[in-house]
Structures are given as C-alpha cells and as structure tokens.
C-alpha cells in the first residue's frame, strides 16, 4: 500500500474511534464542578443555619427571573443554532411536567457568557441539576435522554 493509502485508513480508525467516544459519553451525567472566583459559602443567622447556594447564587444573579424548583431545577445552557439544544428542551421540559416539584429553566449561553464562565459550561447543550437548595447536583454534556435525566433526579 501506498504512504496515501495509510494515511486515509489512520484518518478513518481516529474519526471511527472518536465517533464511538462521542457516542458513549454524549448526553451522560456525571460529577458536578466547583464554581470559579466563588467565594466561600456564608452561613446566615438565625434559629436555622443554612449554607448559601453557590451556584444558585450565580443564576439568580444573571437571570432574576429564575425560579427555584420545589425539589429540583433543571438548568439548561443553549444556543440559538444548537439543533441538540431543541432536542433537550422538548426533553427537558417533558420531565418537568411529568415528575412534581420539577422546574426546567433554559438560559441562552451567548447572552450570560458571565454566568457560563462561572459555572464552567464548555459546550451547548449542557444540562445542570440542581437540588430543593441550588446546589449542584450533576451535569450532562450534549442531549440526554429521557430516563437519564429521571434518572440523575433520584440524586436531587
């Protein structure tokens, strides 16, 4: 074979093996990450002592509309030309109708880039879950399935 033919099989065994990694990790929820330049959580006074939310903190900061969920929030971070992140939306938004006490919250990455550098969001679409409290429970990146979001509220 010639040194072309080699070069075109390498080629198609790295593009084969990085397709086959992008398949199994895509969408999977795993460890939750430390909010950058936070500082350390206060404890506020009064008959119950309760640890302030890092992370909630920060959504509430850049989007103060944003409503905590009863017992969950679903925190997506999407772009306007992301075809993964519509898909995640309908997901989403299907599992908070369908578990009680769930609230879905989309937040554009492109018009809070603060609150995604803070939060550590390397790519659209990223799905935070967050407890009763604001603090983060897991994260996915890329479009997860539905019963992998039900799933990763078992932890919340």
Not at 27 to 37: A, L, N
Not at 39 to 52: F, I, K, M, Y
Not at 83 to 106: I, K, N
């Amino acid at each position: 074979m010639s040194t072309g033919a080699w070069i075109a099989v390498a080629a198609v065994v790295l593009a084969l093996g990085f397709g086959a990694y992008r398949l199994l990790t895509d969408g999977r929820f795993r460890g939750t990450h430390q909010v950058r330049d936070a500082e350390p959580p206060t404890v506020e006074e009064g008959p119950r002592a309760v640890s302030t939310p890092v992370a909630w903190d920060a959504v509430r900061t850049a989007v103060p509309q944003a409503q905590l969920g009863e017992r969950a929030t679903l925190l997506q971070f999407s772009s306007a030309f992301c075809a993964p992140c519509r898909a995640t939306r309908r997901t989403l938004s299907e599992v908070a109708e369908l578990v009680p006490g769930v609230t879905h919250l989309e937040v554009d990455a492109e018009h809070h880039l603060e609150l995604v550098r803070a939060l550590g969001v390397l790519r659209t679409p990223t799905t935070l879950v967050l407890d009763a409290t604001g603090h983060e429970v897991t994260r996915a990146a890329g479009a997860p399935r539905k019963e992998q979001v039900i799933a990763a509220l078992g932890n919340a």
